[in-house]
């Protein structure tokens, strides 16, 4: 019998623990382990892998990750409920969890993991949202992890993915694409959580490119990007208005015409633009 089979099933240890899902904590959890073992293996293999997981909850990933082989988990968890279930997880597998308890905004938990290093995380989708641009715009590339396996809303998913011209092309698609490849790697109905949200949602797999696929200065993409998407609809000469002094030489030298819009930008215009941005 596998260590995970020891455990007792979610639901009793919600109960046991009292865990009632709070909204203010963004609490949907997943209770069935062939589901979170199914996310597990979407993080590929992690025989050899220390795991960043945030947000363990009352576990339920966690195990999945654990049984799955990582070879070390440390887990996030700002709800301080949940540390006792997550105690039992700990003690199912000795030496191979660590949780840490606090504001996964605010903690930096690289002195805890040894790379190779991949994060797996069911977030409230502001927060994954939040994670998700820092750990896509470090001033250096590669980053401390190898792939990110996330859930968020459908729709969050669908913008990190969209190709140009799709209405959910924008700042997450560019900044997603221009480092990593990215992909939906499971479709889940609101019911596969407990409680269910109002809405569908979806696992997204992020793989690190050894290098950015083309070059740019993290901090000017991401301003250049947030201002050209602020304002969609807009030509970009009009969008950009105060970006950068020369705006439509700008534009011409990067190869991008005045009067085009955000939406119909790829990756590799914006970087072009980033870096004539970065020469002023
Ligand atoms: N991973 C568990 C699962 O799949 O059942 C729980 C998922 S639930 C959607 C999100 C979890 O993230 C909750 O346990 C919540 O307390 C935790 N959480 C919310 N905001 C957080 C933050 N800023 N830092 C760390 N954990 C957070």
């Given at each position: 019998m596998s260590a995970i089979d020891t455990l007792p099933p979610l639901r009793e240890v919600i109960a046991t623990h009292g865990l009632s899902a709070r909204k203010s904590l963004g609490q949907n959890f997943l209770l069935d382990l062939n589901l979170t073992a199914k996310i597990a293996r979407a993080a590929g293999d992690l025989q050899s892998c220390d795991v960043l997981e945030v947000g363990p909850g009352p576990g339920g990933l966690t195990r999945g990750l654990l049984a799955e082989g990582a070879r070390h988990v440390l887990a996030i968890e700002k709800d301080r409920r949940c540390q006792p279930a997550l105690a039992e997880i700990a003690a199912a597998y000795p030496g191979r969890l660590t949780v840490l308890e606090g504001d996964a905004l605010e903690i930096h938990p690289l002195a805890h993991l040894t790379p190779p290093i991949k994060v797996a995380a069911n977030l409230p989708y502001n927060v994954g949202t939040e994670l998700l641009v820092r750990w896509l715009t470090p001033p250096a590339w590669p980053p401390f992890w190898q792939s990110l396996t996330l859930m968020f809303q459908r729709e969050v998913a669908a913008r990190i993915v969209a190709q140009p011209g799709n209405k959910a092309y924008g700042r997450l698609a560019v900044l997603a694409q221009w480092r990593s490849d990215a992909r939906i790697a499971l479709q889940l109905p609101p019911e596969a959580f407990t409680p269910p949200p109002k809405v569908s949602s979806s696992v997204v797999h992020l793989e690190a490119l050894p290098a950015p696929r083309y070059p740019a200065d993290a901090d000017v993409l991401s301003r250049v990007v947030a201002a050209a998407f602020n304002?969609?609809?807009?030509m970009l000469r009009a969008a950009l208005k105060g970006v950068t002094p020369d705006l439509e030489d700008r534009l011409r030298a990067a190869?991008?015409?005045?009067?085009?819009?955000?939406?119909?930008?790829p990756v590799e215009g914006f970087c072009a633009l980033a870096r004539e941005v970065a020469k002023t």
């Open positions: 304002q969609r609809r807009k190869g991008i015409s005045p009067t085009e819009r955000a939406e119909q930008i």
